[in-house]
C-alpha cells in the first residue's frame, strides 16, 4: 500500500465518521448497522489505500466503499432469505409503508425522507445534504445521471405532497 | 438520457432549482415558466426548502456515536497496519488512545493520528505491536463500564501477586495503589509469546488510566509525555523492563504518575 495514502485516510478518517455514519443510517435506517457499516469501510479503505488518489475527494470515494458494502450485505441478506437478487428500483412500495422503528429519525422532515424508498433517499442525502453535483452523485450510485435526476424529481415531488397535505 | 425539451418537465424544474441545466435549456425552461401558470406553481411546490432538508440531516450529525465510531477506527487500524514503514506506529498509537475513548466515555472528542516521525522515536517493532495489542484489548471495555467494575480484592491480590512473580517486582496493593486511582482489573495478556501485565485503573477526577509493564530488555531509557485531546500517554523502559502509561488524564498527572510508577518499581 502507498505510504502517503494510508496516512492521509487514517489521518483523516476521525473527522469524516459522523458523516459516512449518517450515510450508513440513510442506508440501513438503524444506528447499530451504520456503525457497522462504518467500521467495515475504514477496514476496506484502508487496504485499498492504494486505489485512492491522494488529492482527490477522500470522502466521495468513501461513500462509494460504503454503499459497496452495504450492498453486498442486502445481496447476501435476500439470497439467505430466499428473495433473489431485486432490482432497488423496484422496491419502493415495500418501502414506502415499512415502520420506521427507531425514534433517532423524530421530525416530520426527517421521518418523511426516511419513508421513502432506499434509491431516493440516497440521492436525496448525496445531492442536498452533502452537496454533490448530479454528475458526482452518479458515479458514487454507480447510475446515470438521468436516474439521479428522475430520483431527485419524485422524492422532491413526493416530499412536496406531504408538505401539502400537512402529512 | 439526454436532457432536452421533451424531458419531464417535473425533472426539468429540479434540475432548474439545482442550477444543473446547461444555458440553452435553462432559457428554455424560463420560457415555458413565464408562458404558464400551472408550471410556475409546480415550481413553486417543488421549491420545497432544501434548507429544510439539510438542516434536519445535519441534526441527525450530532446523534453520531462519535465514542464508538472512533473505537471502531482504532479496530480497523490495529487491522490493517501500513505494511514495511514504521510509521504506521502513529496509527496504532491512534487505535490505543482512540479504544482508550471508548472507556473513557467520550471525554474528548476525536483522536487525530499524530504527523509521523513523531511518537515513539525510540520504539522497536515489538513497541509498536505491543501497543496494538493492549488496543485491542482495551476495546473489550464500553464505554461506562470501568467505574462499575466489581472488585474481588482476594481475586486482585492474587492476580497482583502472580503478576509480580512473573515480573520480579513487588506488586502488592500498597505499591499499586496511587492516590486518586483505583485499581479495577489486574491482567496478564500474551503477546508473540511475550507476557505482559497490564493494571486497569478508574479515576473520579479524570478518565480511566492504564499501566503496563513487560519484562523485556531492549527498550529506550527514557520516556516523554505525549499529549492530544485530552488523552496522554508515556512509554519507557527501565532495566529489563518496559512500561506504558495511558490514560485520559492531564499531562502533569501522567508524568507524575509515571514518576511515582518508576520510583517504585525502577531496577
Redesign the interface.
Known sequence: MTARSYDVIAGELPALLPRLWRYGLVLARDPVAAEDLVQATCVRALERSSQFTAGTRLDRWLFSILRSIWLNQLRAQRIRTGQGLVDPENVLVTDGVEEIETNIFAGQVLERVMALPETQRETLLLVYVEGLTYQEAADVLNVPIGTVMSRLASARMKLSALAGSGA | ???GPNT?I??L???YL?D?LDPELRREVERRLNADDKLRTRLA??A?D?D??????????D????A???A??A???V??P??R?H??RN?IL?AAA?LLLLICGGVAG????KA?GELFEEADAFEEEWIAAVAGQLQLYSADSVAAIDVNDGDQQAALTRLGEMLKLDLSPSNVTFEGLTLKRAELLHFQGQKIAELLYASEKHGPVALCIAMRPGGEGEGEVESKDGLNLMYWASGPRRFLLIGAAPEERIEELADAVNERFSS
Do not use: H, Q, W
Request: aromatic letters at 8%; charged letters at 35%.
Open positions: 438520457m439526454v436532457l419531464d417535473e425533472v424544474l429540479v434540475a439545482d444543473e411546490v417543488l420545497e432544501t429544510k432538508l439539510r438542516n434536519a440531516f445535519d441534526t441527525l450529525l446523534e453520531a456515536p462519535r464508538r465510531l472512533d471502531g477506527l479496530m480497523a487500524l487491522r490493517t501500513k505494511r514503514d510509521r504506521y496509527a491512534a482512540s476525536y483522536f487525530i493520528a509521523p
